[in-house]
């Protein structure tokens, strides 16, 4: 888990591919912390579940949520959670 989900060379280069594709940048540590919890959140669904398609969204076990959580947190404690697709999943 500590190479494929929360180490941050992995989330880097998952981020530097994103942000090519999406040309988003972080401007702050809370937008570094909230896209490495993102980026986290995407490598723990992949390694679990695998690839999926549009629209279909997992939730992440609560393990990994307290682990993400705790290597990358919000400096204001404010969280989004799960929030469900419209397409297929559960």
């Known amino acids: 888990m500590g190479l494929v989900i929360t180490d941050p060379l992995t989330l880097h280069i998952q981020q530097t591919y994103r942000n090519d594709v999406f040309a988003h940048q972080a401007v702050d540590v809370e937008d570094t912390n909230r896209s490495f919890r993102h980026a986290a ?25 307290k682990v993400v959580r705790a290597k990358f947190p919000s400096l204001t404690g404010n969280y989004t959670g799960f929030i469900p697709g419209r397409g297929v999943g559960w």
């Open 41 to 65: 959140y995407r490598q723990c669904v992949l390694w679990i579940h695998g690839r999926l398609q549009r629209d279909d969204r997992r939730t992440v076990p609560a393990c990994c949520v």
